[in-house]
């Protein structure tokens, strides 16, 4: 599934209740959209960024940066995310240059009911991921 | 080096931005292009597939009416040998060399046949693999620019205003107000609409008579009368 089609198909989409809004982000320049930001209603401080190659979609949400945590628990947060991540349904811990993120990857075939359920999923994984990582904030 | 190897050693090597040291935009066009030509390869040798294979069950039926012309040969020879017919039983076993001359010559060229037939198969099984690897490695390729430019443009978007993400604690806090105010409203007016609800029945109740009903005039004028 290309990402305009998307975007068209899950722009005012409700699922399990949550509105989603769509904004495409247009790469410099060629008009081509590389990027989908998705906000599922409520969650508007944790923006998924949606990104699709011929294979997956690839759904991103920033948690927080490097500078961002205590340093002294550095160690401890990365064990924790590395156990953590297990138990989350759908989506994976993971460090993108120094943001970490939470993300989930799905088939470019996944039905659009199974994207936006993946979508609203996320949201909610991100909200209560850093709600249980919080401590380790500075 | 296989993809993800190469970013472990960009990792390690303290590379910060991981998809600019493992993709530049040769080694994309390069694997594409080793795919397309191994795909090539492939769709090739299946028709040479098909053409051997046809040749190889043509031989095969060949080989077996030599074999059934032979047999019925050694029958008329045997034959022409009980009737006492030298001459004959010879001039049949001559044409009966013929065949087997002819058959010993296509046994080896049926062999080669199989044998290309296996090869064939093994070659194509091959390079189906490493199709397959080569995709799987182009995949982490892409993934891994894809994420380099969604962060890139997600960047200068968000550096432009279009929506501004704040730290993680903020977010959260945010988002943890808003859901308390949600349930809020929904408490407020789950009370509001039992409010609402017992002042419509009392009234209801009222009119009908039952409970705590208001004096009326009429009544009032009813007792005073009887004392």
Same mark, same amino acid.
């Given at each position: 599934?290309?990402?305009?089609?998307?975007?068209?198909?899950?722009?005012?989409?409700?699922?399990?209740?949550?509105?989603?809004?769509?904004?495409?982000?247009?790469?410099?320049?060629?008009?081509?959209?590389?990027?989908?930001?998705? !906000?599922?209603?409520?969650?508007?401080?944790?923006?998924?960024?949606?990104?699709?190659?011929?294979?997956?979609?690839?759904?991103?949400? *920033?948690?927080?940066?490097?500078?961002?945590?205590?340093?002294?628990?550095?160690?401890?947060?990365?064990?924790?995310?590395?156990?953590?991540? !297990?138990?989350?349904?759908?989506?994976?811990?993971?460090?993108?240059?120094?943001?970490?993120?939470?993300?989930?990857?799905?088939?470019?075939?996944?039905?659009?009911?199974?994207?936006?359920?993946?979508?609203?999923?996320?949201?909610?994984?991100?909200?209560?991921?850093?709600?249980?990582?919080?401590?380790?904030?500075? | 080096?296989?993809?993800?190897?190469?970013?472990?050693?960009?990792?390690?090597?303290?590379?910060?931005?991981?998809?600019?040291?493992?993709?530049?935009?040769?080694?994309?066009?390069?694997?594409?292009?080793?795919?397309?030509?191994?795909?090539?390869?492939?769709?090739?040798?299946?028709?040479?597939?098909?053409?051997?294979?046809?040749?190889?069950?043509?031989?095969?039926?060949?080989?077996?009416?030599?074999?059934?012309?032979?047999?019925?040969?050694?029958?008329?020879? #045997?034959?022409?040998?009980?009737?006492?017919?030298?001459?004959?039983?010879?001039?049949?076993?001559?044409?009966?060399?013929?065949?087997? *001359?002819?058959?010993?010559?296509?046994?080896?060229?049926?062999?080669?046949?199989?044998?290309?037939?296996?090869?064939?198969?093994?070659?194509?099984?091959?390079?189906?693999?490493?199709?397959?690897?080569?995709?799987?490695?182009?995949?982490?390729?892409?993934?891994?620019?894809?994420?380099?430019?969604? #962060?890139?443009?997600?960047?200068?978007?968000?550096?432009?205003?279009?929506?501004?993400?704040?730290?993680?604690?903020?977010?959260?806090?945010?988002?943890?107000?808003?859901?308390?105010?949600?349930?809020?409203?929904?408490?407020?007016?789950?009370?509001? *609409?039992?409010?609402?609800?017992?002042?419509?029945?009392?009234?209801?109740?009222?009119?009908?008579?039952?409970?705590?009903?208001?004096?009326?005039? *009429?009544?009032?004028?009813?007792?005073?009368?009887?004392?």
């Amino acid at each position: 599934m290309q990402l305009k089609d998307l975007a068209i198909q899950l722009s005012g989409y409700i699922q399990d209740g949550f509105k989603l809004d769509v904004l495409p982000i247009q790469e410099n320049g060629n008009g081509e959209i590389s990027v989908l930001q998705i !906000i599922v209603e409520g969650f508007d401080e944790l923006p998924i960024f949606v990104t699709a190659t011929d294979e997956q979609i690839l759904c991103v949400t *920033n948690l927080f940066t490097q500078d961002e945590i205590k340093p002294e628990l550095t160690q401890e947060l990365h064990h924790t995310m590395l156990r953590l991540s !297990i138990n989350i349904p759908l989506s994976s811990l993971g460090l993108i240059d120094d943001q970490y993120v939470l993300f989930g990857a799905m088939s470019t075939k996944t039905l659009l009911e199974n994207v936006a359920h993946e979508l609203v999923t996320q949201s909610e994984n991100a909200f209560e991921s850093l709600e249980a990582l919080e401590e380790f904030l500075k | 080096m296989s993809i993800l190897k190469k970013i472990v050693t960009a990792l390690r090597g303290g590379a910060r931005e991981v998809g600019e040291a493992v993709v530049d935009a040769n080694a994309i066009r390069i694997l594409e292009q080793e795919i397309k030509d191994q795909e090539n390869a492939i769709a090739k040798a299946k028709d040479s597939l098909t053409e051997v294979m046809a040749d190889e069950s043509k031989t095969g039926r060949q080989i077996n009416a030599l074999k059934d012309r032979i047999g019925e040969h050694e029958d008329y020879t #045997r034959q022409a040998l009980e009737k006492g017919d030298e001459a004959l039983a010879l001039e049949i076993a001559e044409k009966i060399a013929l065949y087997e *001359n002819e058959m010993a010559e296509l046994v080896p060229v049926l062999d080669g046949y199989r044998a290309s037939v296996a090869s064939l198969k093994d070659q194509i099984r091959k390079a189906e693999k490493s199709v397959q690897e080569n995709k799987r490695e182009l995949s982490v390729v892409k993934t891994t620019e894809r994420v380099q430019k969604a #962060r890139v443009s997600v960047n200068t978007s968000l550096s432009s205003g279009v929506s501004k993400s704040s730290a993680a604690r903020e977010s959260l806090n945010r988002i943890k107000e808003r859901q308390q105010r949600l349930d809020d409203k929904i408490k407020a007016s789950e009370t509001l *609409n039992s409010e609402n609800t017992d002042a419509d029945l009392k009234a209801r109740m009222e009119e009908a008579g039952i409970g705590n009903t208001k004096s009326k005039a *009429n009544d009032i004028l009813e007792r005073l009368k009887k004392k």
